[in-house]
């Protein structure tokens, strides 16, 4: 994340009540207000105390609290950013995701499969030559990653975030981002399948043809077929994590004793 240097409203200093609470209230109205906006690197932790009326201890609580809910990142040596809009709005949903039977799953798969094919179709008419060669250079990281043996995650994802770029609607886009965020674990798993990256480039690749040749409907039909099948291995390897495992012959044999 690049850091850019912008000139930051100074905070207000707060009454001495709970502090840390205080603090933490303080400091989110500057990221939901968007006067602390995504790649922003926060004041240091001195002028923050000085402008809040707090002491350290109670200021690094609360940007820990930040932290916690992903509104913040802190980086060792390089200070603290605040984080993009659909890193901390996924976390609640994460969490409540996380904590069930995965009965949201199948939604959540659902709503991405109509988001991403609305994003190609979009992008297939909207994008510009450089975003296009974008989605190009993911496509060819993919490739390199499957001919070393390497994971395929993070080129994945760059390769669907540079379709909503193209797009040109940051609402979709941070959607898009959020849905990805809430099934990136099952996305791991079904890429651990044998075959399944090069089979996925293959889709990939469809994909980026059509958009390439700003076919909307072509776009949107191959994105579409793509998520389908994605729905379907994620499927799979819910099954099978929930499947009980045998029990061990020597644990049997002592069962039936």
């Given amino acids: 994340m690049a850091t850019t240097e912008r000139v930051l409203r100074a905070a207000a200093?707060?009454?001495?009540t709970t502090l840390t609470a205080s603090a933490f209230e303080q400091l989110i109205t500057y990221v939901v207000n968007g006067d602390w906006k995504a790649g922003d690197r926060i004041p240091p932790e001195r002028e923050l105390c000085q402008q809040l009326g707090i002491a350290r201890t109670s200021l690094r609580e609360a940007l820990k609290a930040m932290e916690l809910i992903g509104m913040l990142?802190?980086?060792v040596g390089d200070g603290t950013f605040v984080c993009p809009r659909s890193e901390f709005l996924s976390r609640p949903l994460l969490w409540a995701f996380t904590g069930t039977d995965r009965a949201e799953l199948k939604d959540i798969m659902e709503?991405?499969?109509f988001v991403e094919r609305d994003l190609a179709g979009l992008a297939a008419t909207r994008a510009t030559e450089a975003e296009i060669e974008k989605m190009a250079a993911s496509l060819r990281n993919m490739r390199e990653s499957i001919a070393r043996g390497e994971s395929i995650l993070e080129h994945d994802m760059a390769f669907h975030l540079a379709i909503a770029d193209g797009a040109h609607n940051q609402v979709l886009r941070n959607a898009v981002q959020l849905l990805r965020n809430l099934i990136r674990q099952w996305i791991v798993l079904k890429l651990m399948i044998p075959n399944v990256p090069a089979k996925v480039l293959k889709q990939h690749e469809k994909i980026f043809k059509a958009i390439q040749a700003r076919d909307s409907a072509g776009a949107r039909k191959a994105m579409w077929d793509h998520l389908e099948e994605t729905a379907y291995l994620v499927n799979q390897v819910v099954q099978k994590k929930s499947r009980p495992r045998p029990m061990p012959s020597s644990a049997q044999?002592?069962?039936s004793r």
């Fill in 253 to 255: 044999s002592a069962r």
């Fill in 13 to 16: 200093p707060l009454v001495r």
């Fill in 73 to 75: 990142e802190s980086r």
């Fill in 111 to 113: 709503a991405r499969e």
